[in-house]
């Protein structure tokens, strides 16, 4: 069986949003530059999906990170949805942001609440990772924290 060569996506993010990690591990997470309000739009992206066994490794700046699928995906049967660098924005159970979605392949991020400068941008996970395989314990530290996700 022919295996997919490893497709290196080089995304571009904008400069409202600090990416922050780096290297081989996954504490990668977004971070805002500016100040939201409730309802503001933070960015607006794009999905594409691609077959489960596809490897892609994300760059941004000088950092190329391999994705791995138990993070970074949403999977469906056998394809995964790829959110470009949104592959970063963290899990909380009191997040800041949701997705609103604009077409088939396309969303927004909107302020859930007032976000301030340096704050983590989050969403909430299992709004759409109806499919996530491999749970997770949460570690988001909310007061309303579910525990496993
Ligand atoms: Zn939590």
Do not use: W
């Not at 489960?52 to 000088?62: A, G, R, V």
């Not at 949403?74 to 800041?96: A, E, L, Q």
């Not at 990772?129 to 996700?149: L, P």
């Amino acid at each position: 069986m022919n295996k997919p060569d490893v497709i290196i996506d080089r995304v571009q993010y904008p400069d409202t949003i600090t990416i922050v990690g780096g290297g081989a591990i996954h504490n990668m997470s977004l971070i805002s530059n500016r100040v939201y309000e409730m309802g503001e739009i933070v960015f607006s992206n794009t999905i594409q999906t691609f077959p489960l066994e596809q490897q892609i490794i994300l760059c941004y700046d000088d950092n190329y990170i391999p994705l791995d699928n138990d993070e970074h995906f949403t999977i469906i049967g056998n394809v995964k949805i790829y959110y470009g660098f949104d592959s970063f924005c963290n899990h909380s159970c009191d997040p800041n942001c949701h997705h609103i979605p604009t077409s088939d392949n396309s969303y927004q991020m909107i302020a859930s609440r007032k976000i301030h400068i340096g704050e983590e941008l989050t969403c909430d996970y299992a709004v759409f990772d109806t499919e996530c395989k491999t749970h997770f314990e949460c570690k988001c530290g909310s007061a309303i924290c579910r525990g496993i996700i």
